[in-house]
């Protein structure tokens, strides 16, 4: 009896039923491709790290990869440059998307689309075709026109790109002109979904205009403020394509951040067990921060 | 409007003002936003090649199309580059709309073994960076396919994303499973019922996804740069990057290739604003 009763159980559990063969049925094709070029990748990603990679005979050389990675001074340089793009970039871009949201806020759907499509107009241009023209925005001759603005107040025309005191600075002024519009239309759409209540609530207890937007606003909009955040944090840590079009990491790398450095080493130095290492390095810190907004969703989310 | 702002009923006038002025400050930040762009397409209508002692201006001092000769005379390929990045764009859109919305299907209705392991490994991996699958997906093409300087190699790594399976199984859970139940009675089988009843009722999101899929993809340059050597396969993006190493000075023609790169989206972004605007809040704003 209770032997028949394990292998129907047994038997329940591996049936095949028809929702199964459908439910691999369709995802069959997403499957392959995910294991093909997802998975299989990952995986290789991992062993290559470990190896002195040679198209054929690839040696097995241990943590080498890690501990010269740690060695390497333009590696703390890369990490360095990284973080200080981060730090300015991404809250100041919240910053300015956040105010902007706010001062669309009073106007009527309609007006409120038109502006929205504005701001997110410079997003949708290709960065290839946005790099080519801030190149030329940042001209270093007299007609640059930056320093035909320089030259308005009479301050003499800088080496914008190709100075290491500005380089930087030209990249992130870069960031933060045009790639608002999501972050807007985001902090938008939060703000739409504040209940009026509150803000009346707020008014009876004599709540001015700031004070609503500190005592309302910005704790209803927190949730949304750590995605920004994070996923800000996430795709600053991966730059790559502005500086690799405007400075290629220079002048006297002080352009180069952690994704361009992960593309020199594989695709210009042919170090592709070097530039795996990295990129699991960089890989583990980017989970560790996405893991910790999940715990902060989880612990910090109040209505 | 939101009660954010006071109403100022006791005085339209203040309300009308603060209104004005918040549009003068809107539209002046709106400027400097728009102002690289407007620059991009002015510039790209002047004289291809400067005269010394010329400075720059924003309106160029004669309207010529001379510059986009001179772009497109660059290589014989100039012109192909477009249409190849349509070739790649289209296919892989394709691809997603298919087997990622098949797929999120799969994931939100139907009740198979393996589906939630499955789902949540597909999640894992969309937190990877793409350094990391770079490298090794680069010698699988190159070295292991042989397949530098083909479309495929440019199309199917993106032919389906995690995170359009991801985008669509969320728009289907909100699907009432009664009515699918309802049809699966009436002797229809999953297929009936996906093609049938949910992607009929889909429509926005697919076309979210669609357009999404297809700005990524055809402003993409790293992935379409590391596997195409040869200019007859480059991408517009690739080889804008590829004008613009190979003429430093040429201010105009660089300024008309990247407005030709550009232009497609600028098309599509008037013609259906819409779904890009929508497609910026799906899967961002928590429900």
Redesign the interface.
Known sequence: MSKNKVTGSFRRRFKITSDDRWGWLFIAAALLVFIIFTLYPVFSAVRTSFLKYKPFGSQFIGWKNYTDTFKNALFFKAVKNTLVYTVVVVPLSLLISFSIAIMILPFKKGTQSVFKAIYYLPGIASGVALSVVWLWIYDSSPSGLFNQVLAFFHIPPQNWLSSSKTSMLSLMLMALLSGQGGNIIIYIAAMMGIDNSLFEAAELDGAGFFKKIYYVVFPLCKPTTLFLLVTGVIGSFQVFQNAFMMTGGGPDNSTTMIGLLIYKNAFEYSKFGLACAQAILLAIVISAISLLQFKLMGVDVEY | ??????KHLENRKKAVF??IL?TF??IF??L???F??F??IM?SFGPAVATSG???SIFPKRWTLDSYRAFFNFSPHSLRWIGNSFIVSICTVLGNV???S??G???AK??????KW?FG??LV?M??????????????IS?KLKMTNTYAAMI??G??T?YN?FLSKQFFQSIPTPLLESAKLDGC???GI?TRIVLPLSKTVLAVMAINTF?ST??T??WPF?VTSRDSMFTI?VG??TF?FANETL?AP??A???L??LP??IL?FAL?KY??EG??VG???G
Not at chain 2, 1 to 6: H, N, R
Not at chain 2, 127 to 140: A, K, N, S
């Open positions: 409007m939101t009660g954010l702002y006071s603060r209104n918040l400050v809107l930040l709106a400097v936003t728009l690289p762009i620059y991009m510039s010329d400075t720059r298919v087997f990622a098949m797929a299907y799969a994931f139907i009740n198979f073994k393996g589906s499955l490994l597909m991996a937190m990877i960076p793409y350094q990391v699958t770079q490298v090794p997906l680069y010698i699988l070295n199917l790594p032919i389906v995690s399976i089988t999953q297929m996906f700005m055809w402003n340059f790293f590391l993006q804008l990057k613009k201010f660089m300024m290739g990247a407005t790169s550009a989206m600028f972004f604003q890009f605007l910026v809040t961002a704003v928590k």
